[in-house]
């Protein structure tokens, strides 16, 4: 079975930090780009940031730029979404993705071939 399971999500104060996962089993990542979306409640779900199957390049959403970090091990089959410097604003349900064509067509959501879960990310005093 494949999936797509994220972790990391929780109530945090704002600046402060969370680092999301998004672990595959059931297939290899190797191959893949990986996205972070998120959506908040309300509103469309929107990119966050995109990482290539090799790590060699990424990009970020304006919103999170210098803030969030995207990463991966591909020895671990895992994706991670690094995020400093938490905002009211950045509360949201975040989602992972792979890409088959890496970050070309991100963050377009047609683009995506398998979606994790969700974990939810609050940003509360």
């Known amino acids: 079975q494949l999936q797509l399971v994220e972790s990391g999500g929780g109530l945090v104060q704002p600046g402060g930090s969370l680092r999301l996962s998004c672990a595959a089993s059931?297939?290899?990542?190797?191959?893949?780009?990986i996205g972070w979306f998120r959506q908040a409640p309300g509103k469309e779900r929107e990119g966050v940031s995109c990482?290539?199957?090799?790590?060699?390049?990424?990009n970020y959403a304006d919103s999170v730029k210098g803030r969030f970090t995207i990463s991966r091990d591909n020895a671990k089959n895992t994706a991670y979404l690094q995020m400093n410097s938490l905002k009211p604003e950045d509360t949201a349900v975040y989602y992972c993705?792979?890409?088959?064509?890496?970050?070309?067509?991100?963050?377009?959501?047609?683009?995506?071939?398998?979606w994790g879960q969700g974990t939810q990310v609050t940003v509360s005093s």
């Open positions: 993705a792979t890409l088959s064509e890496g970050c070309y067509y991100y963050p377009h959501i047609s683009a995506v071939d398998y």
């Open positions: 059931g297939f290899t990542l190797d191959y893949y780009g």
């Open positions: 990482i290539t199957s090799s790590g060699g390049s990424t």
